[in-house]
T-cell receptor, first 116, second 114 residues
Framework: GAVVSQHPSRVICKSGTSVKIECRSLDFQATTMFWYRQFPKQSLMLMATSNEGSKATYEQGVEKDKFLINHASLTLSTLTVTSAHPEDSSFYIC????????????FGSGTQLSVL | SQQGEEDPQALSIQEGENATMNCSYKTSINNLQWYRQNSGRGLVHLILIRSNEREKHSGRLRVTLDTSKKSSSLLITASRAADTASYFCATGYGGGTSYGKLTFGQGTILTVHP
Protein backbone atom coordinates (compact mmCIF):
# COMPACT_ATOMS: atom_id res chain seq x y z
CA GLY A 1 0.00 0.00 0.00
CA ALA A 2 0.98 3.62 -0.40
CA VAL A 3 2.61 5.17 2.65
CA VAL A 4 3.01 8.82 3.48
CA SER A 5 5.26 9.75 6.35
CA GLN A 6 4.91 13.05 8.18
CA HIS A 7 7.37 14.41 10.69
CA PRO A 8 7.38 15.61 13.40
CA SER A 9 4.17 14.31 14.95
CA ARG A 10 4.18 16.96 17.63
CA VAL A 11 6.05 20.21 18.13
CA ILE A 12 5.93 22.85 20.80
CA CYS A 13 7.66 26.13 20.06
CA LYS A 14 7.93 29.67 21.27
CA SER A 15 6.14 32.50 19.57
CA GLY A 16 8.23 34.01 16.78
CA THR A 17 10.09 30.87 15.81
CA SER A 18 9.72 28.97 12.55
CA VAL A 19 8.68 25.36 12.32
CA LYS A 20 9.27 23.00 9.43
CA ILE A 21 7.05 19.98 8.79
CA GLU A 22 8.09 17.27 6.34
CA CYS A 23 5.87 15.04 4.27
CA ARG A 24 7.34 12.10 2.37
CA SER A 25 5.77 9.59 0.05
CA LEU A 26 7.67 6.40 0.80
CA ASP A 27 6.72 4.05 -1.99
CA PHE A 28 5.43 6.13 -4.85
CA GLN A 29 6.25 9.35 -6.66
CA ALA A 30 3.90 12.12 -5.68
CA THR A 31 3.85 14.93 -8.19
CA THR A 32 1.18 16.59 -6.10
CA MET A 33 0.84 16.87 -2.34
CA PHE A 34 -1.75 18.70 -0.33
CA TRP A 35 -1.48 20.48 3.00
CA TYR A 36 -4.47 20.72 5.33
CA ARG A 37 -5.16 22.38 8.63
CA GLN A 38 -7.63 20.96 11.11
CA PHE A 39 -9.03 22.47 14.27
CA PRO A 40 -10.40 20.23 17.05
CA LYS A 41 -13.56 18.40 16.08
CA GLN A 42 -13.67 20.14 12.72
CA SER A 43 -13.11 19.16 9.13
CA LEU A 44 -9.95 19.51 7.08
CA MET A 45 -9.30 22.88 5.51
CA LEU A 46 -7.14 22.76 2.40
CA MET A 47 -4.32 25.26 2.71
CA ALA A 48 -2.34 24.69 -0.46
CA THR A 49 -1.51 22.34 -3.27
CA SER A 50 2.16 21.52 -3.59
CA ASN A 51 3.45 20.70 -7.06
CA GLU A 52 6.87 19.19 -7.61
CA GLY A 53 9.22 21.63 -9.27
CA SER A 54 6.84 24.59 -9.25
CA LYS A 55 5.28 27.07 -6.90
CA ALA A 56 2.54 25.95 -4.57
CA THR A 57 -1.03 27.03 -5.17
CA TYR A 58 -2.56 28.55 -2.07
CA GLU A 59 -6.23 28.61 -1.16
CA GLN A 60 -7.96 31.89 -0.62
CA GLY A 61 -7.16 33.43 2.73
CA VAL A 62 -3.96 31.44 3.30
CA GLU A 63 -0.87 33.64 3.58
CA LYS A 64 1.84 32.24 1.33
CA ASP A 65 4.56 34.19 3.14
CA LYS A 66 3.39 32.73 6.41
CA PHE A 67 3.13 29.15 5.25
CA LEU A 68 6.07 28.39 2.96
CA ILE A 69 5.77 25.25 0.90
CA ASN A 70 8.60 23.58 -0.94
CA HIS A 71 8.22 20.49 -3.09
CA ALA A 72 11.76 19.93 -4.27
CA SER A 73 11.48 16.27 -5.17
CA LEU A 74 8.86 13.72 -6.15
CA THR A 75 8.87 12.29 -2.65
CA LEU A 76 9.20 15.27 -0.34
CA SER A 77 7.16 18.36 0.40
CA THR A 78 7.79 20.67 3.34
CA LEU A 79 5.59 23.20 5.08
CA THR A 80 7.32 25.91 7.09
CA VAL A 81 5.25 27.97 9.46
CA THR A 82 7.23 31.18 9.71
CA SER A 83 7.25 33.39 12.80
CA ALA A 84 4.66 31.21 14.45
CA HIS A 85 2.12 32.72 16.80
CA PRO A 86 -0.36 31.08 19.18
CA GLU A 87 -3.15 31.39 16.62
CA ASP A 88 -1.12 29.12 14.31
CA SER A 89 -1.51 26.31 16.81
CA SER A 90 -3.36 23.56 15.00
CA PHE A 91 -3.17 20.07 13.55
CA TYR A 92 -1.48 20.09 10.15
CA ILE A 93 -1.88 17.12 7.82
CA CYS A 94 -0.31 16.39 4.47
CA UNK A 95 -1.56 14.06 1.81
CA UNK A 96 -0.40 12.81 -1.55
CA UNK A 97 -2.16 11.44 -4.55
CA UNK A 98 -0.82 8.69 -6.73
CA UNK A 99 -2.23 8.93 -10.25
CA UNK A 100 -1.88 5.17 -10.53
CA UNK A 101 -4.25 4.71 -7.58
CA UNK A 102 -7.33 6.65 -8.70
CA UNK A 103 -8.01 9.91 -6.98
CA UNK A 104 -7.75 8.59 -3.44
CA UNK A 105 -5.44 10.41 -1.08
CA UNK A 106 -2.85 8.94 1.23
CA PHE A 107 -2.40 10.90 4.41
CA GLY A 108 0.45 11.48 6.75
CA SER A 109 -0.22 10.99 10.45
CA GLY A 110 -0.38 14.72 11.10
CA THR A 111 1.59 17.25 13.13
CA GLN A 112 0.18 18.88 16.23
CA LEU A 113 1.70 22.34 16.48
CA SER A 114 1.48 24.21 19.76
CA VAL A 115 2.85 27.75 19.85
CA LEU A 116 3.42 29.20 23.30
CA SER B 1 -14.95 25.76 0.45
CA GLN B 2 -16.37 22.80 2.28
CA GLN B 3 -19.32 21.70 0.23
CA GLY B 4 -19.99 18.43 1.96
CA GLU B 5 -22.60 18.39 4.63
CA GLU B 6 -22.74 15.33 6.81
CA ASP B 7 -25.31 14.09 9.21
CA PRO B 8 -25.52 13.21 11.91
CA GLN B 9 -22.68 15.23 13.41
CA ALA B 10 -22.38 12.59 16.11
CA LEU B 11 -23.67 9.03 16.36
CA SER B 12 -23.56 6.79 19.40
CA ILE B 13 -24.47 3.12 19.10
CA GLN B 14 -23.91 -0.26 20.73
CA GLU B 15 -21.56 -2.89 19.40
CA GLY B 16 -23.27 -5.06 16.83
CA GLU B 17 -25.61 -2.36 15.61
CA ASN B 18 -25.39 -0.79 12.20
CA ALA B 19 -24.20 2.79 11.72
CA THR B 20 -25.41 4.98 8.88
CA MET B 21 -23.87 8.30 7.96
CA ASN B 22 -25.06 10.62 5.22
CA CYS B 23 -23.30 13.16 3.06
CA SER B 24 -24.69 15.78 0.71
CA TYR B 25 -22.84 17.93 -1.79
CA LYS B 26 -23.64 20.80 -4.09
CA THR B 27 -21.74 20.59 -7.37
CA SER B 28 -21.14 17.88 -9.96
CA ILE B 29 -18.49 15.38 -9.00
CA ASN B 30 -16.27 12.75 -10.57
CA ASN B 31 -16.17 10.59 -7.46
CA LEU B 32 -17.01 10.55 -3.78
CA GLN B 33 -14.80 9.04 -1.13
CA TRP B 34 -15.12 8.15 2.52
CA TYR B 35 -12.28 8.48 5.01
CA ARG B 36 -11.84 7.55 8.62
CA GLN B 37 -9.82 9.47 11.21
CA ASN B 38 -8.86 8.26 14.63
CA SER B 39 -8.38 11.02 17.17
CA GLY B 40 -5.17 12.97 16.59
CA ARG B 41 -4.19 10.94 13.54
CA GLY B 42 -4.20 11.24 9.78
CA LEU B 43 -7.02 10.03 7.59
CA VAL B 44 -7.36 6.57 6.15
CA HIS B 45 -9.11 5.97 2.86
CA LEU B 46 -12.07 3.60 3.14
CA ILE B 47 -13.85 3.50 -0.19
CA LEU B 48 -14.25 5.41 -3.46
CA ILE B 49 -17.40 5.43 -5.53
CA ARG B 50 -17.50 6.93 -8.99
CA SER B 51 -20.24 9.19 -10.26
CA ASN B 52 -21.53 6.46 -12.59
CA GLU B 53 -21.83 3.93 -9.76
CA ARG B 54 -24.75 3.61 -7.39
CA GLU B 55 -23.51 1.22 -4.75
CA LYS B 56 -20.25 -0.24 -3.60
CA HIS B 57 -19.24 -2.73 -0.91
CA SER B 58 -16.03 -3.34 0.95
CA GLY B 59 -16.15 -5.78 3.84
CA ARG B 60 -18.60 -4.38 6.40
CA LEU B 61 -18.87 -1.11 4.51
CA ARG B 62 -21.61 -0.25 2.05
CA VAL B 63 -21.65 3.05 0.21
CA THR B 64 -24.45 4.39 -1.95
CA LEU B 65 -24.41 7.37 -4.25
CA ASP B 66 -27.43 9.22 -5.61
CA THR B 67 -26.20 11.85 -8.06
CA SER B 68 -29.72 13.13 -8.69
CA LYS B 69 -30.03 14.03 -5.01
CA LYS B 70 -26.31 14.83 -4.67
CA SER B 71 -26.05 12.59 -1.66
CA SER B 72 -24.20 9.54 -0.41
CA SER B 73 -24.47 7.26 2.56
CA LEU B 74 -21.99 5.08 4.39
CA LEU B 75 -23.29 2.04 6.22
CA ILE B 76 -21.12 0.15 8.66
CA THR B 77 -22.68 -3.17 9.55
CA ALA B 78 -22.17 -5.13 12.77
CA SER B 79 -20.18 -2.29 14.29
CA ARG B 80 -17.31 -2.87 16.69
CA ALA B 81 -15.79 -0.70 19.39
CA ALA B 82 -12.74 -0.34 17.14
CA ASP B 83 -14.92 1.46 14.57
CA THR B 84 -15.06 4.45 16.93
CA ALA B 85 -13.64 7.35 14.90
CA SER B 86 -14.58 10.36 12.82
CA TYR B 87 -15.79 9.66 9.31
CA PHE B 88 -15.52 12.15 6.48
CA CYS B 89 -16.92 12.17 3.00
CA ALA B 90 -14.89 13.91 0.30
CA THR B 91 -15.78 14.82 -3.25
CA GLY B 92 -13.38 14.64 -6.17
CA TYR B 93 -13.60 16.35 -9.50
CA GLY B 94 -11.43 14.32 -11.82
CA GLY B 95 -8.42 15.19 -13.88
CA GLY B 96 -6.53 18.30 -14.74
CA THR B 97 -5.57 20.75 -12.07
CA SER B 98 -8.30 19.43 -9.78
CA TYR B 99 -6.90 15.91 -9.64
CA GLY B 100 -6.67 14.78 -6.02
CA LYS B 101 -8.00 18.10 -4.76
CA LEU B 102 -10.79 16.78 -2.59
CA THR B 103 -13.39 18.77 -0.70
CA PHE B 104 -14.15 17.32 2.71
CA GLY B 105 -17.41 17.28 4.60
CA GLN B 106 -17.76 18.27 8.21
CA GLY B 107 -17.56 14.71 9.45
CA THR B 108 -19.52 12.39 11.68
CA ILE B 109 -18.14 11.35 15.05
CA LEU B 110 -19.06 7.71 15.60
CA THR B 111 -18.87 6.17 19.05
CA VAL B 112 -19.44 2.43 19.38
CA HIS B 113 -19.99 1.26 22.94
CA PRO B 114 -18.81 -2.24 23.89
Amino acid sequence: GAVVSQHPSRVICKSGTSVKIECRSLDFQATTMFWYRQFPKQSLMLMATSNEGSKATYEQGVEKDKFLINHASLTLSTLTVTSAHPEDSSFYICSASNPLRDEKLFFGSGTQLSVL
Amino acid sequence: SQQGEEDPQALSIQEGENATMNCSYKTSINNLQWYRQNSGRGLVHLILIRSNEREKHSGRLRVTLDTSKKSSSLLITASRAADTASYFCATGYGGGTSYGKLTFGQGTILTVHP
